[in-house]
Each structure stands twice: as C-alpha cells, then as structure tokens.
C-alpha cells in the first residue's frame, strides 16, 4: 500500500473499563506511530465496567491536539437486540463521530438476517459514520445486504487490524475478504482501525494492511488514509 494510515479512530482509554492507557498516552504513542489523528472511542454503557455517559459529554474538554496529534471526539456505541444504540441521541450530537459494532457482551446472536437488520437500523443515524469490526461469525451478518446499505448510507466498515490476532474470532479472516471483495463491487467506503486497548497497539495495522495489498483493494475507499479524506467523511468542522 503506497499510503499509509495516518487516523488511527479506533482506540480505547482506561475509561472503557477493559483498557489501559490514557488519552495523552494513547496521544503520545500515536505521534510516535507517526499519525496525525486520533480518535478517542471508547465504549458506550452496556460492555461491563465502561464510563457513565457524561463521559462522552464531556469530551470537549481534551484539547483539540495532543503532541501535535489532531484529536478527535468519538465513541464505539452497542447495537442492542431492537436494533437500537446504547449511548443517546442527545450525545452523539455532541461527538465527532460514532461508531456502532455488535459486542457479545450486550447482544445475543439473531442469526445473519436479523442481526444485520438491527446494525443497519443503527447505521442510519446521521451520527454514525463508521461499524466496528463486522467480522465474527459469533454474530454472522449477510454481507450482501451490509455493503450495500453502507455505501447508501454513507457508513463505512472497520478492517480492524486486532481480529486478525483474537483467538476467538470465528472466520474473520474470510469474513473481511468477503466484504472487501463487495466494498470494492459496490464502490463502498472502509476504515482500518487499530482497536487499541493499551497504548502500545495506537497505530499497529500491519495485518489489515497486509491483506488489502494482497487482495489490492483501492486506496480510494479508505476513508483514514488522509486526514483531509477522513475529515470531510464525517464533515468535520473545527
């Protein structure tokens, strides 16, 4: 891949309960990782042991850059079993962008049909640009029906570089060829994320992008390949 990946959006902070930096770690190992954004995306009430809400409210208050790393507001929000999200309308409106993913740990497996309903129902809020790690077959999703609906929708789908490693992950590997396979059919958008819980994996993508040189997927559907492509994907404004 001749670009890089220079937002990393998909990191956690010790106020998700399960993970073990802070912001300004999380910011420091991203300049060291050589980025130039990052996203503060912690997960919504519903994962056992996450923040309040307020958090989320409150983001404002981090200052906009970080060892000259652009800091963006977001957060990895829960797709419920009616297709809701965890984290409310009223704070979304306050983030830079969401982000909807399936967690086991707050959802029960409806088989492909349905569970792929309930994430799209959650794909058309105007917040949300971005669904985390569709990949596991735990919660299998009809991908003929996904990439679609987020290309329609303007949303785009993680190649998260941490379910290339979980032991857990039940076909991830081919479940992401699948759907690239689609993104690159339906001129559908994706974002490479890190999914960092600790400070030392800001910015590790080396097997998500490993598999999209082997497949050649087209840098133009990366959505985290260039600030300036990110920012006006979630139409960021300062």
């Known amino acids: 891949m001749k670009q890089k990946i220079v937002v990393d959006l998909h990191a956690h902070t010790l106020a998700s309960g399960h993970a073990y930096g802070t912001i300004r770690e999380n910011a420091l190992a991203a300049k060291e990782a050589g980025l130039s954004g990052l996203g503060i995306s912690d997960h919504a009430p519903g994962i056992p042991g996450t923040c309040d809400p307020f958090h989320f409210s409150n983001l404002h208050a981090i200052p906009r850059q970080l060892y000259g790393v652009n800091i963006y507001y977001g957060c990895e929000n829960n797709v419920t079993n ?14 830079d962008y969401n982000i909807v993913g399936i967690h086991g740990l707050c959802y029960e497996d409806k088989g492909a049909e349905e569970n792929t ?12 640009f971005f669904v985390s790690h569709p990949d596991d077959d735990a919660y299998p999703l009809n991908y003929e029906r996904l990439v679609p609906a987020a290309r329609e929708l303007g949303v785009a789908l993680e190649v998260n570089d941490s379910s290339f490693t979980h032991p857990w992950k039940i076909n991830a590997r081919q479940n992401i060829i699948t759907y690239l396979d689609l993104c690159m059919k339906h001129r559908a958008y994706i974002f490479v994320g890190s999914d960092a819980h600790d400070p030392s994996r800001v910015g590790c993508f080396k097997h998500a992008i490993a598999l999209l040189d082997e497949i050649g997927f087209d840098e133009d559907l990366i959505v985290n390949n260039s600030e300036e492509k990110f920012r006006n994907f979630i139409g960021f404004k300062e």
């Open 82 to 95: 009616e297709g809701k999200m965890t984290l409310p309308e009223r704070i979304l409106n306050r983030l």
């Open 117 to 128: 309903d309930n994430l799209i129902s959650c794909m058309e809020d105007p917040k949300t």
